[in-house]
């Protein structure tokens, strides 16, 4: 029986150094250890031996060492086939980097940032505010006390601590105010939201640029002036416009400035809810009240105030027929703004 043990542990590591892939070890596995294998017809010999107990010991000794050695070489292969794929993986090579494909900048950061150098131009500084206000910003401070109707067109998102996402960017009107006093000139982009259904010209999320002029003797001549000159240099061409009266509660008197619509030219689409016309920049004569919780002497002072629709100036500019596209997150249509 030894001998017989100590021919099969030679044949065995034999031939597992000549095994070298996995299945050559599943055969040697089975050739040993399987229903049929050597270890198996050792044990039908046991029968014979003369010293069962220490035969038996020999044998499962073997079986043992077989059974480890296999499994040492299964891992050693598993190993070796890593270090393979290691060393012939394609290699980091920093020069491909300037290959990369760069991303381009939103439509609306490029119509932002275009109307912005217009109003930088006419000595308008830009200002930054939250997008998380209080009632008093957003409404009161507007002339839009609680239980307002006007306050059933703005709905929006609110928070446990009672803050709400800003519908509109005259909620920064009141923090401008008192930051700067007047006289003043300020622009103030920002992302706004309102609980709204959404369709080919409403997203729940949308920017939009307040702009805020005061000194003394405004008026409506300015105002127009102003929205003029702005339209006129961000389309780079004439645009039709119509100005006609609008209700906002923050100013008195109100007005809508509305543009032809770009995408069909005047003559109806779902983009201007078929009117040919699109509500760009509603506007007017900020209202004393507004002026006065700003901290504005009102005998001396009058200004104008506009809400810009950028999202729906980058919709004209650019022929964006869905507003839903801004929000997308879709490479391929917003990569088409890469070359502007
Ligand atoms: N905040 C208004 C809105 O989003 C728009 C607006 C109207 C802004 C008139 C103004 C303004 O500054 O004077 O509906």
């Not at 920049?281 to 009058?302: A, F, Q, S, W």
Request: net charge negative; hydrophobic share 35%.
């Amino acid at each position: 029986m030894k001998e017989r043990i100590e021919e099969l542990e030679a044949l065995f590591e034999k031939a597992l150094s000549e095994a070298t892939d996995a299945a050559a070890l599943e055969n040697l596995r089975v050739e040993y250890l399987g229903k049929k294998g050597h270890v198996a017809e050792l044990m039908k010999g046991l029968r014979d031996a003369q010293d069962k107990k220490a035969a038996g010991q020999l044998i499962n000794v073997f079986k043992c060492g077989v059974e480890s050695r296999i499994e040492e070489a299964t891992e050693a292969m598993k190993q070796a086939q890593i270090n393979a794929r290691i060393r012939n993986a394609k290699k980091y090579n920093p020069t491909l980097a300037r290959e990369r494909e760069f991303g381009s900048y939103h439509p609306i950061t490029l119509a932002t940032r275009e109307v912005e150098d217009v109003f930088i131009s006419m000595g308008f500084t830009i200002e930054n505010y939250n997008e998380i206000v209080d009632d008093y910003q957003c409404f009161e401070a507007l002339n839009i006390p609680k239980h307002h109707p006007a306050r059933d067109m703005q709905d929006t998102y609110y928070l446990d601590n009672g803050q709400l996402l800003k519908t509109h960017t005259s909620a920064a009107q009141n923090y401008i105010m008192k930051k700067y006093g007047a006289p003043l000139r300020a622009i103030f982009p920002g992302r706004c939201f309102r609980n709204e259904s959404t369709d080919a010209c409403h997203e729940n999320t949308f920017f939009q640029m307040e702009g805020m002029m005061i000194d003394e003797n405004i008026s409506i001549s300015n105002l127009i002036y102003f929205m003029k000159t702005m339209l006129s240099e961000v389309f780079k061409r004439d645009v039709k416009v119509r100005l006609r009266p609008g209700f906002f509660p923050f100013v008195e008197p109100g007005f809508e400035l509305d543009i032809n619509c770009e995408i069909c030219g005047g003559e109806g689409c779902p983009s201007c809810k078929n009117s040919g016309w699109l509500e760009l920049c509603p506007c007017g004569m900020i209202h004393p009240n507004v002026l006065r919780e700003g901290g504005i002497d009102t005998e001396k002072y009058t200004g104008f105030a506009f809400g810009l629709g950028l999202t729906r100036l980058a919709m004209m500019k650019y022929g964006v027929k869905d507003i839903r596209d801004f929000n997308s997150g879709n490479l391929k249509s917003l990569s088409q703004f890469k070359s502007i």
